[in-house]
């Protein structure tokens, strides 16, 4: 029998414009809700962004339960059999749990609460935290960047408690980076939360995208530094910094 002809005067739909006729009556999906509400508010979301400020409550607990469909399908593309697998028929939930809370989590999280007191005795000596356990991602590959952190301070009229040091570093880190960006966010945020007089940032790290893959280099590390205020402008200052981090990493052994 032959098939109907189409009326005079219908249009002729392609198979495009019928994919997304459908498409535009299929439900968002939670990440794609939380896109357009950063595109609509021009808020950046770049990999080292955080965009805690555009989830609403309970969306985290959803868009981790995407990220496991989508691992799940990852998983099949890479041919591996998670239904009957048991090492893997859990490694979907597993991974988006840890992205989400754990090593993204400086994405998808607020910044700790952090309070900051008058510099009440006018301390003006500079001091070091470290080192700073730091764990990231390299943003090209998604494995791990592991080093150390060490901070010096010339207070100013307000400072912070030592620990608080850690807190935002941490939370600076756990995202997808280069180890330049990571290390001038953070200094960013630690001179909002106590405007230093003098602040510098040291960050020694290893990157398993040349460690564990490509050149497969075990013993390389990544060596690189801020220094802003007082540190910047006075030599012997910056000098004195960096001779602290030097005695502290001899201490350490």
Not at 49 to 55: E, G, M, T
Not at 216 to 242: C, I, W, Y
Request: net charge neutral; proline share 6%; with cysteine.
């Amino acid at each position: 029998m032959a098939s109907a002809s189409p009326s005079i005067g219908s249009p002729v739909l392609d198979g495009s414009t019928v994919a997304r006729s459908i498409s535009k009556t299929l439900p968002r999906s939670i990440s794609a809700k939380i896109r357009a509400r950063l595109e609509a508010a021009n808020a950046p979301y770049l990999a080292n962004d955080n965009v805690s400020a555009y989830l609403q409550p309970g969306e985290l607990e959803l868009l981790q339960q995407e990220v496991t469909d989508k691992v799940r399908d990852l998983l099949r593309s890479l041919v591996i059999d998670i239904e009957r697998d048991h090492n893997t028929e859990e490694t979907a939930e597993r991974v988006a749990k840890m992205y989400l809370q754990e090593v993204f989590k400086g994405r998808y999280h607020p910044q700790p609460k952090i309070a900051s007191f008058p510099n009440v005795k006018n301390l003006d000596e500079i001091y070091t935290v470290g080192p700073i356990t730091v764990r990231s991602a390299c943003s090209h590959h998604l494995v791990p960047i592991l080093g150390n952190c060490w901070i010096g301070i010339k207070p100013g009229d307000r400072v912070i408690g030592l620990s608080k040091f850690a807190r935002v570093a941490d939370w600076v880190f756990s995202r997808p980076h280069i180890q330049e960006e990571a290390v001038m966010i953070l200094a960013d945020e630690i001179e909002r939360l106590c405007e230093p007089k003098g602040l510098a940032i040291l960050v020694k790290a290893q990157h398993y995208c040349m460690k564990w893959r490509g050149v497969k280099e075990p013993q390389t590390s990544m060596v690189n530094s801020v220094v802003r205020g007082d540190f910047r402008h006075d030599p012997s200052l910056k000098a004195e910094f960096f001779e602290l981090v030097k005695q502290q990493e001899s201490v350490l052994g």
